[in-house]
């Protein structure tokens, strides 16, 4: 049966079955009698076949079981065709269940019906809806409305179609898992080898594995030769571990005998038994808790959800509200509900939806320059809310290019000398202790001189290696001379890598001056080292290791380790030749040789420079109210030298340490309240409770972890995110614009602003300049801000709705009204005569209407009056979005200390204004648009409101500068960061008073002010661009009445 095997056990098959029938039952399973009528059987399938119960052994108690046991898995050869076709059916294929997927049309059908979009269909549906009943009760009803619900419904089909594009592109979660799955295993059954497809592999299946193929199952390993795995695809880890049938450690996830699905077998060959199948297996486990895992949702969906909450409850209660206003003023029912669907559809902001998606993705595309990728296009806005940063120390808080700056041996710190020459040396080279402490640096060491750098400074050739040991190759190689020299004259003969279980290397090496005798070296964390020593070096005799010199190894590792440096210990032993004769096989999976008993040497410090912009960046996210915490591996005392040279600990702040030491007390007696800063032992939070670490993370504002493991960044992690809570505030929902409603129902006057031209602002001027915010330079104080609390700081608050309708708003419906009672009025009719006339206005029957002159109008001229008013409409919101686009820029800063560097900005200036020339001055668009050419004066009408709103904006600016506490009513939110949310809500305005109100009168108040203005104008109203056909004598009526 053995095949060559070679096993040290017992092979005796009733020996075997005795010893697994033993140590079943100290584990309370079930084992029946042996069945007497199968004596050909022998009595170890006997026992696999009678078990009932053997499935109840997890992975644990796998791992535990005796040699013997495993190797009456190898005597049955495997099970028989028959069993794995039983456990087949019972356990099912080895396969992971994929999460239940969301088909693809449910997707794309979220991203069309989802958040935002939603409201966009329902106000089209009310577009529709509004315009079928005025199919039903006009002659001729005006297709306002179906335009709208058709651009509407375009908008929204087009967004989503981009939206599902950008996420299909990063959605594939388990095609990685998929991939993991090897296509075929090597299997033995009924004592023959034979390939499967690893979907059939069942649990009691003997699989063999050999280098460079990947484990189909979790595998209990029962024999081994040589073997390794890679478990980087598990744990992120690429070293290779060693696999033996050993036990070796109460973690079944760091016991040497299980070998792991989906990791790779890179060198050896090894027999396991199959332990775990699909989702049974550790990655399996893991698929299924990441698949389970429930999606929250975004901050910037939380916001969208809120703002559209927000504008339907606006909407519904406007339209409700002016709906029975109506009524109650005479209006029948069928005007008012197409009234009330009026108001409703124009509190829908029609590019809001395209332009925060075009502007996440710009965004996500800048992020993906600097080298981060982002999944999810609503993920970009999280970094806003960020509070808290754990940071790693080696290679993100520091450059990770090692340098040997100082050693410790015989009781005698010496600085290291980086020079090539070795002229600013300041110890003996010649000293016995110095030359051991090289040899084991050099030795004990896999970094490696890239080839054909022998005319390169040695400081400047480039290694291949960990920093560290990089570090160290270069010191031994400019002191002692080529480093390769001296690993040919002490070849290598064992060797157990760097594993931050062990935290030690070491290595066995053939002496080059006796050839019978081997050295071991050893080098790593200096406690643990130390730990393994008894003896120590000093002057080049060996010396007891007692308690003063322990006491000189703790003062040099303080002083060394307070420098902020990274120190390593060493030590070796001189094997002896009797025991360990030439050509004696070093079992470094067994450890045939002594560990413990070394002789210590020495230390050697080396010092990571920080990165050049490191103290920066932690002193703009402390003064962001940012949080920067380090998470190392390094000693305390490294790790707290590190946090101080980048501030993460200030020069000012205290640790308990630090505050015992000074008043030359006990730690017991130091309140930790006390301490700003603390630096923590990873060793420590196992024994802390989540309350304790909680009130450690609360009230300490400085803190550094040390020497911790994964593990321990995961609790960390997690207490961070417990602490982060919401501060409590009030949202207060002021809408000024109800006034000039009311005003609308009584006065009612003509049209202001049509759907038509709300649509080429929403859709079209406004677009670019609000895109081209996504290009703006943050504000220079930006870091200087506390971060935003996505659960209660809102994207649209009371302060945003104040800034947006109640101030900047009211001035741009201003200049919008100004500009539409100047041209009425240049065309006949006073602001007092437009007061009711709107039922007569729009009499499609009255040809006779007089203006404020006696002059008669028919339906089509002032129909052409009124879309001319539309289009001015149009350009004074134009020309004051230059003002709110500029202002939009910074949110507390002027304009003047952030400039004009934005050239997509300055673009979007230049766009919006040729869209608008375009759309007043081309031909046809009187038919196409119902837009109609302007005078150049009309441009000019509303440049004064355009400059008011920029020297009022600089003032409420300045207010707040000069006092951040007060001023409230001027704020805009400062956790808000979408300055085209504010440039949207500001332009609504203008589709509030003009589309929702309908031939609004609000500012028929200021009529008299203008109408003397209009009065005295001698040229009259100048038709240079087209004629009103067959009226010229209104202008002689005119100058008679003002006679």
């Known amino acids: 049966m053995g095949r060559g095997w070679v096993f040290q056990h017992d092979n005796d098959p009733k020996h075997t079955a005795r010893a697994t029938k033993e140590w079943l039952r100290k584990k309370h399973l079930k084992v029946l009698e042996w069945p007497s009528q199968s004596p050909d059987l022998n009595p170890i399938e006997n026992l696999w076949r009678e078990l009932k119960d053997l499935k109840k052994v997890c992975m644990e108690e796998w791992a535990k079981i005796p040699a013997a046991v495993c190797w009456s898995f190898i005597v049955f050869q495997g099970l028989t065709n028959a069993k794995a076709l039983e456990v087949l059916a019972r356990d099912g294929p080895n396969v992971l269940t994929p999460p239940p997927t969301t088909p693809e049309w449910v997707k794309f059908c979220r991203q069309l019906f ?46 989503g179609c981009f939206s599902y594009y950008q996420e299909a592109k990063s959605s594939r979660i388990m095609d990685s898992f998929k991939n993991m799955v090897p296509q075929q295993a090597l299997v033995i059954r009924e004592g023959e080898k034979m390939t499967i497809n690893a979907e059939l592999v069942v649990r009691g299946d003997l699989v063999e594995i050999k280098g460079g193929d990947r484990i189909p199952a979790d595998l209990r390993i029962v024999s081994a030769a040589g073997c390794k795995v890679d478990n980087s695809s598990l744990t992120g880890e690429s070293e290779p571990q060693t696999r033996t049938p050993e036990f070796t450690h109460d973690n079944p996830l760091e016991t040497r005998n299980i070998a792991f699905f989906s990791t790779n077998c890179v060198e050896g060959t090894a027999h396991g038994v199959v332990v775990g199948t699909g989702d049974r297996t550790v990655m399996g486990r893991i698929a299924t ?92 806005e999280t970094l806003g809310s960020t509070s808290t940063i754990c940071s790693d120390k080696t290679g993100t808080l520091t450059q990770n290019r090692m340098t040997v700056a100082h050693m410790w041996f015989d009781n005698m ?45 040695i400081l400047k050739r480039d290694t291949a290696g960990d920093a560290s040991e990089n570090a160290l190759l270069k010191c031994i190689e400019l002191s002692c001379g080529s480093v390769r020299s001296m690993r040919d004259r002490n070849p290598k003969v064992g060797e157990i890598p760097f594993n931050s279980t062990n935290k030690y290397q070491l290595s066995i090496h ?46 040099a590792y303080m002083d060394l380790g307070g420098l902020g440096e990274r120190v390593l210990g060493f030590c070796h032993l001189q094997l002896s030749p009797d025991q360990f004769p030439h050509g004696f096989v070093f079992d470094c999976d067994l450890v045939n040789f002594p560990v ?75 309140n930790p309240r006390d301490a ?53 505030t009030c949202v207060v929902f002021n809408i000024p614009e109800i006034s000039p409603f009311l005003l609308f129902i009584l006065a009612s006057i003509p049209l202001p602003l049509g759907t ?125 979005q230059w003002a709110d686009l500029v202002i939009c820029k910074t949110r507390r800063n002027s304009v003047f200390q952030q400039g004009m560097k934005n050239r997509i900005l300055i673009f979007g200036l230049f766009a919006e204004t040729a869209l608008a020339a375009f759309l007043s001055y081309c031909p046809g668009m009187d038919i196409a648009l119902r837009m109609y050419p302007l005078k150049v004066s009309w441009w000019f009408c509303a440049l004064p409101y355009s400059l008011l709103i920029f020297i009022y904006d600089e003032v409420r600016k300045l207010i707040i500068r000069r006092s951040p506490g007060g001023g409230s009513y001027f704020q805009v939110s400062h956790r808000t960061k979408w300055g085209y949310l504010t440039y949207y809500l500001k332009r609504d305005v203008f589709r509030g008073l003009g589309k929702l109100c309908k031939e609004s009168a609000l500012l028929a108040f200021i009529g008299s002010w203008f109408h003397q203005w209009a009065a005295r104008t001698e040229s009259g109203f100048d038709w240079t661009v087209r004629e009103l056909p067959s009226h010229t004598s209104w202008m002689a009526k005119r100058q008679e009445a003002q006679e």
């Open 114 to 159: 989802g958040g935002f979009s939603l409201l966009l269909w329902i106000g089209a549906m009310l577009c529709f809806l509004a315009y079928s009943i005025q199919v039903g009760t006009e002659d001729e009803p005006a297709n306002d409305n179906l335009y709208l619900g058709v651009v509407l419904s375009a908008v929204v089909i087009i967004t």
């Open 676 to 728: 700003k800063a603390c630096v923590v032992h990873g060793g420590d939070l196992k024994d802390m409770s989540a309350e304790y670490l909680d009130d450690l993370l609360r009230n300490h504002t400085e803190i550094v972890f040390a020497r911790t493991s994964p593990q321990q960044k995961l609790i960390i992690v997690e207490g961070c995110q417990r602490t982060v809570k919401g501060r409590p």
């Open 756 to 880: 038509v031209t709300i649509l080429c602002i929403d859709l079209g001027t406004d677009m670019v300049p609000a895109i081209s915010l996504a290009y703006e330079t943050a504000e220079s104080d930006i870091m200087k801000r506390q971060p935003r609390c996505p659960k209660t700081d809102k994207l649209v608050n009371d302060k945003l709705i104040s800034m947006a309708y109640g101030q900047i708003g009211m001035i741009q419906a201003i200049a919008g009204f100004f500009t539409y009672f100047v041209i009425l009025a240049e065309n006949g009719f006073w602001p007092q005569t437009l007061l009711g006339i709107r039922l007569d206005w729009d009499d499609r029957f009255n040809n006779e209407l007089e203006d404020s002159y006696g002059q008669q109008w028919t339906y089509e001229q002032r129909k052409i009056v009124e879309f001319t008013c539309h289009t001015s409409f149009f350009v004074s919101i134009v020309v004051v």
């Open 413 to 457: 710190i010496h600085e290291a000398d980086t020079t090539e020459d070795q002229s600013g040396a300041t110890f003996d080279k010649t000293s016995p202790t110095w030359q051991a402490l090289a040899r084991v640096a050099g030795l004990c060491n896999r970094a490696e001189f890239k080839a054909g750098q022998e005319n390169i400074a």
């Open 289 to 380: 808790l990441a698949s389970g895992l429930e999606t929250g949702q975004t901050p910037i969906n939380m916001e969208i959800e809120h703002f559209i909450r927000l504008i339907t409850g606006v909407a519904v209660f406007l339209g409700v509200s002016f709906f029975i206003l109506a009524v109650v003023l005479g209006y029948t029912w069928l005007e008012a509900v197409i009234f009330l669907i009026g108001i409703i559809v124009a509190n829908v902001p029609e590019g809001l939806l395209a332009t925060v998606t075009v502007c996440l993705t710009l965004t996500a595309k800048r992020m993906a320059k600097k080298n981060c990728l982002v999944k999810n296009l609503e993920a970009v």
């Open 510 to 555: 053939e002496q080059e001056d006796n050839e019978k005798s081997h050295l071991l070296v050893m080098k790593g964390a200096p406690e643990r080292i130390l730990d393994r020593c008894s003896t120590i070096m000093i002057e080049g005799q060996v010396l007891p290791l007692d308690e003063d010199w322990i006491d000189a190894f703790q003062t």
């Open 596 to 670: 413990e008993g070394l002789c210590f040497l020495g230390l050697m410090s080396m010092i990571d420079p920080p990165r050049a912009a490191v103290p920066d960046a932690v002193g703009k996210c402390r003064s962001a109210g940012i949080k920067v915490i380090m998470v190392t591996g390094d000693h305390p005392i490294t790790a707290k030298a590190i946090a101080k040279g980048v501030g993460i600990i200030s020069e000012d702040n205290e640790t308990v340490e630090d505050i015992a030491e000074r008043l030359n007390i006990p730690l017991s007696q130091v």
